[in-house]
């Protein structure tokens, strides 16, 4: 069974532009949430989907937006870079046994 | 709010010793919680996941444990291999509620 996939794994932008990841959950996995990792913050939630609805937010500003598809595939939209962007975004899907969350490998942003 | 601890932030020891990694948590309320390692730049790697009604759980070399009433989790490798170095990471979440709260992690380096 293929793993959570995120496209693409490295991004450099400028600031001001916008950016938008992509990430497919495991097969038949229907959650997919989006984290934001920082040197200075260590990981921190933005949102959470579920059968193409956000059933969750983090404390993010709206700068940070996210859709799902009907195949469960999800993308996060970030608009109007900043510095402070700059982060490892990952990407989860929850597992229907236990409820297992599994990551995949990350997309590095860099804004500059 | 809920706080996940984990001390200490980094760790050496020689190749082959038996290690304790500690995860502490301020709100007993939790629902799962899981257990990561992250190599340098890379995603998250599942290793254990303990349902709030389980005591401890076991893969291979690895034994977790989940004490609610304390607010703690520990993590038990044996017979550390150069390969077990990573950063590790414990995160739970709540009933209902995907959203994961990472503890902030413990850099694991095994000595040859």
């Known amino acids: 069974k293929a793993g959570v996939t995120q496209t693409p794994r490295y991004l450099i932008k400028t600031r001001g532009q916008q950016v938008t990841l992509s990430c497919s959950p495991i097969?038949?996995?229907?959650?997919v949430s989006w984290y934001q990792q920082t040197p200075g913050q260590g990981l921190q939630f933005l949102f959470e989907y579920f059968s193409e609805t956000q059933r969750n937010k983090g404390n993010f500003p709206g700068r940070f937006s996210g859709r799902q598809f009907s195949n469960s595939r999800s993308e996060m939209n970030v608009s109007t870079l900043e510095l402070g962007d700059s982060a490892l975004y990952l990407c989860a899907s929850r597992g229907t046994t236990y409820n297992e969350q599994f990551f995949g490998p990350g997309t590095r942003l860099t804004v500059l | 709010k809920q706080e996940v601890t984990q001390i200490p932030a980094a760790l050496s020891v020689p190749e082959g010793e038996n290690l304790v990694l500690n995860c502490s948590f301020t709100d007993s309320a939790i629902y799962n919680l899981q257990w990561f390692r992250q190599d340098p730049g890379k995603g998250l790697t599942s290793l254990l996941l303990i349902q709030s009604s389980q005591r401890e759980q076991t893969s291979g070399r690895l034994n977790a444990s989940l004490d609610k009433s304390s607010g703690r989790s520990t993590l038990y490798i044996a017979a550390s291999q150069p390969g077990d170095s990573a950063t590790y990471l414990c995160?739970?979440?709540?009933?209902?509620?995907?959203?994961?709260?990472f503890g902030t992690g413990t850099r694991l380096t095994i000595i040859p």
């Open positions: 097969s038949g996995h229907r959650s």
């Open positions: 995160a739970l979440n709540r009933f209902g509620n995907e959203k994961l709260t």
